[in-house]
């Protein structure tokens, strides 16, 4: 039988002040990179996310709204078919009259 070696990796050791360089160079490629990927990495680049922004600020803002509009819609047809419901009451019983 053969005997099989095995390959030890040697541990690399950095001093502090190189490991955080090299880590903030590889933050930034990597946001870089991820900022190409989704077309955001032109001059114009923080001009277009304070557009999106401003874009998902007003989109927001519509649904919220649309929803008060919806609940004012609902207690007015409400408040309708209570009052439509005592004047035919009031009518059918002769009252107020």
């Known amino acids: 039988m053969t005997e099989q070696t095995i ?5 690399v050791t950095l001093p502090q002040e190189e490991l955080e360089r090299l880590l903030e ?10 900022l190409h990927g989704v077309g955001l990495d032109g ?3 923080a001009h ?10 007003a989109f927001n803002e519509a649904k919220k709204t649309a929803g008060l ?5 609902l ?3 409400l408040v309708l078919v209570v009052v439509a419901g005592t004047v035919l009451k009031l009518k059918l ?3 107020g009259q």
Request: some cysteine.
């Open 93 to 95: 019983f002769g009252g």
């Open 7 to 11: 390959e030890r990796r040697k541990a």
């Open 48 to 57: 277009d996310i304070r557009e999106l922004r401003n874009l998902l600020d």
């Open 25 to 34: 160079c590889a933050a930034t490629k990597g946001a870089k990179t991820a």
């Open 43 to 45: 001059e114009d680049a």
């Open 75 to 77: 207690v007015t047809g």
């Open 69 to 73: 509009t919806i609940i004012k819609m």
